[in-house]
């Protein structure tokens, strides 16, 4: 994993340093003069011999040199071919003609001598001749049956070796990625970064790089394999000194990108390495604000969270903004146009990202939401588990875990049971109707009787009962009482309900909200005896409290 990481880093380091950098105001090209001699030179089988630059009676540098080409590849293979040069003249002109003891292949004119090469004449020739020798002897060696059967038995054997190299890469890569696959669902030491772990996410990242190295690595064994098939053969090894000297200037340049990369690269780890320093000791102090091990007059411990994820994303920023000029590349065109294109792509699609962010701020320094209150959020109910950054997390009665975007909690409305609570317990409320022929002293004393009798329902503060409204058909009744956990409200509601229903029965007073167009002949209640019938069955206990304490329904 070690030799995947530093390969990734050194590759994008070069990358970035060798990225091309124009100048503010490049200076203007040269002016080119209009009597410059054309340049044309004579190649033959891939192999530069000589560049022609002068015009001859009504032939161009271009025709001649075609005419050159032609002749040389018109002789036969033989490796006792001699190369000479001979000086001659014709129409007051006089030149060098490079050609064989039976053939002349080109003549060299003194108008083909580049003016800034400092050549002679002469010295053109002989270079010529050189190279043509050259080109000669090496195509007829590689012409003999031995030779090339030797290149065929080389390139088979390079071919097998490039097979088994691919091969042993590709097994590589599968362990490799095994390996992270298990690392990335084994439960491992948090790396924290403004509140956020940055462990799944680097191994992912490692995961991505590790395809990315090893086809890397493949396409190099590909491209050397393809190189040294090409110069096993007289007509391809035009071909292999170009892709070998393609490689060996890539690796130059690459060699002194990291040699130029280093001191930037040195000071961005050292300002990452004191950053981390600082960010621990932050979240350390913000930590045990938030746990109470520590009391500071002007921080809350249920902001503390919220303040250790604003501080800890300022002093990064703070870091990524003082270690950017020391980024290799930083300053190269290309590493702009990615900049531009990210903060385009952020500001884009982080709209929604950064409301709800927002509003989680909000949330923790408002003080409106604790973790563990029991809570009402439009249309959930339950225990508050968890304050994130983008989301508020609640666990409902039913066992159901809700995750609310902070934007919706902000813009819904709430009802917090636990926030006034405190030592007299949460204040919960039912409300029943009653008709208008029902006393309501005697109402008043159902209800709190009922409460009396309901488990989970504090003695103190008491219970008592207003009257909200009087209606048209009946009177409203609204019973208060204290509770000492907010989470067993809806259990004991359900309790209250059913003890509500008990007294009321005793006393043959009838729940029923009337909308009649005339009174009943007798009230409408359930006699005590009709309790349990069928197929409701009496408790063990033979009590008539109501129903089952809270948490045991």
Not at 6 to 25: D, E, K, M, T
Not at 506 to 520: R, T
Request: glycine share 8%.
């Amino acid at each position: 994993m070690f030799w995947t990481r530093l390969g990734f880093v050194i590759s994008a380091i070069w990358l970035l340093q060798a990225a091309p950098v124009p100048a503010a105001q490049p200076p203007p090209p040269p002016a080119v003069a209009l009597d410059q001699p054309e340049a044309a030179p004579v190649v033959a089988w891939g192999r530069t011999i000589v560049v022609l630059r002068a015009s001859f009676e009504e032939s161009s540098a271009g025709e001649r040199a075609r005419r050159a080409a032609e002749r040389i590849k018109a002789l036969a293979p033989r490796a006792d071919l001699e190369v000479t040069t001979t000086k001659a003249s014709r129409g007051g002109v006089s030149g060098i003609i490079v050609g064989t003891k039976t053939e002349s292949l080109f003549a060299l004119l003194p108008g083909d001598v580049d003016p800034d090469s400092g050549q002679t004449l002469d010295e053109l020739a002989r270079g010529a001749a050189t190279e043509l020798k050259a080109a000669l002897d090496e195509r007829a060696e590689q012409m003999r049956w031995p030779v090339l059967l030797r290149g065929a038995g080389f390139s088979a054997g390079a071919t097998m070796v490039f097979v088994v190299l691919v091969w042993l890469v590709w097994k590589f890569r599968e362990v490799a990625i095994r390996r992270l696959d298990r690392l990335i669902a084994t439960p491992r030491r948090p790396l924290s970064l403004a509140g956020f772990n940055l462990v799944p996410l680097l191994l992912g990242i490692e995961r991505a790089l590790t395809k990315l190295t090893a086809g890397a690595v493949m396409l190099v064994v590909a491209y050397l394999w393809l190189a040294f098939c090409f110069q096993q053969f007289f007509y391809t090894q035009p071909w292999a000194r170009q892709l070998g000297g393609f490689f060996l200037g890539m690796l130059l340049s690459f060699g002194l990108g990291i040699v130029r990369a280093m001191p930037g690269v040195v000071a961005v780890l050292v300002i990452f390495w004191i950053t981390r320093i600082v960010a621990a000791g932050a979240s350390h102090f913000f930590s045990s604000v938030e746990r109470g091990t520590v009391s500071v007059p002007w921080l809350h411990p249920d902001s503390a969270r919220a303040s250790r994820r604003v501080v800890l994303a300022a002093i990064w920023l703070f870091a990524l903004t003082v270690a950017y000029p020391y980024i290799p590349g930083s300053g190269s065109e290309a590493f702009k146009g990615v900049s531009v294109f990210a903060g385009l792509m952020l500001s884009l699609g982080s709209s929604g990202f950064v409301n709800h962010l927002m509003s989680g701020l909000v949330i923790a320094y408002s003080g409106a939401l604790h973790v563990g209150d029991y809570v009402t959020i439009g249309d959930v109910e339950g225990t508050v588990q968890d304050l994130g950054p983008m989301t508020t997390k609640i666990a409902t009665p039913k066992r159901e875990f809700v995750a609310i975007p902070n934007g919706v909690v902000v813009g819904a409305s709430m009802t917090n049971f636990s926030l006034l609570a405190g030592k007299d317990g949460a204040i919960v409320a039912t409300t029943v109707t009653i008709g208008y022929d029902a006393p309501w002293r005697q109402v008043h004393a159902l209800l709190l009787q009922a409460a009396a009798r309901t488990t989970g329902i504090r003695p103190t503060p008491p219970a008592f009962v207003l009257q909200r409204a009087l209606s048209d058909f009946y009177a409203e009744y609204e019973l208060r009482f204290a509770i000492d956990r907010p989470a067993e409200r809806v259990p004991v509601l359900s309790a209250l309900h059913a003890a509500i229903q008990d007294a009321f029965n005793e006393a043959g007073v009838q729940i029923m909200s009337p909308n009649f167009v005339a009174q009943p002949d007798k009230a409408v209640f359930v006699p005590k005896d009709q309790w349990y019938a069928p197929p409701a069955k009496p408790p063990e206990t033979g009590k008539d409290a109501a129903g089952p304490a809270p948490g045991k329904a």
